[in-house]
């Protein structure tokens, strides 16, 4: 009867663990950091870093990413773009704001998944100039999406000052 009783007790108290346990937080500030999956962690990601998660199935469940910096950026090489807009894009955050795609954050493909970039859309991505020594009054450049899924993007310059 003891033994039962023990057994009983030690299940429910395994059942009950998930419930209990506490969600991780990672920081990375500089560098760049590799994991097959994050579960529950919440991420800070702040200076020139980045973090790549090698998951294919859900690799950041019950986790929140905030990006902090227009270089910290997330690659997510196993996940494809529409299925990082469908279904991961509210688990991220930039400078603690909700990302919104093309406003906050842009999504590019990398490899056969996803880089995740915190760019607003005013973003000045090239920076040229017309004349020697960077002199000159340079033309302006600028992010467009060129397919109907919102998934390239392209630099199309918008104006020429040189002449």
Known sequence: MRRLLARLLLSAAASLLPLLATGQTLTITNGIQTYSTLINTTVTMAGHCELHVTGTNNPIAGSIINLNSSDAWVLLPNIRPSVVQASYLGQFL?????????TNIRLSEYAMGTMLIPHSSSIRPLQAFSGPIFSGRPPTWRFTLTTQTAHWACLIKTSDHSG
């Open 94 to 102: 930039v400078n603690g704001v909700a990302a919104t795609l093309n």
